[in-house]
């Protein structure tokens, strides 16, 4: 697949992503404390909620990274930590959980 709509495809997913979020009620509106994002803990799981970390991180560094035409991460494989982190959340994941895994299923 050319890179160009490699990068178009994957920022639509971004897109779709958000939405899931704000469908689910897990979009936030202030980010977490400067602090919170200083965690070298995987997923900055011992200072942000996996919601948290996909807005305020995940998709935040992916736009910036599609965006400035920067090089693509080899691998990615958010979807199974989104599992377990999500599991027993209210309200229906399954839209997070099946954009996550198009996501990985792109590298």
């Known amino acids: ?46 200072t942000m909620d996996f919601t948290q970390w996909l807005q305020w991180v995940f998709l935040a560094r992916f736009r910036a990274i599609l965006e400035g035409g920067h090089p693509l991460p080899r691998q990615c494989g958010v979807a199974p930590m989104a599992e377990e982190a999500l599991r027993g959340m209210e309200g229906d994941i399954q839209d997070v959980l099946a954009i996550l895994a198009r996501i990985d299923e792109r590298f």
């Open 1 to 46: 697949m050319p890179d160009t709509q490699h990068r178009f495809d994957l920022l639509s997913l971004m897109n779709e992503l958000e939405q899931a979020l704000r469908d689910l009620g897990a979009w936030e509106s202030t980010p977490p404390p400067p602090a919170a994002f200083e965690s070298s803990v995987p997923f900055s799981a011992d």
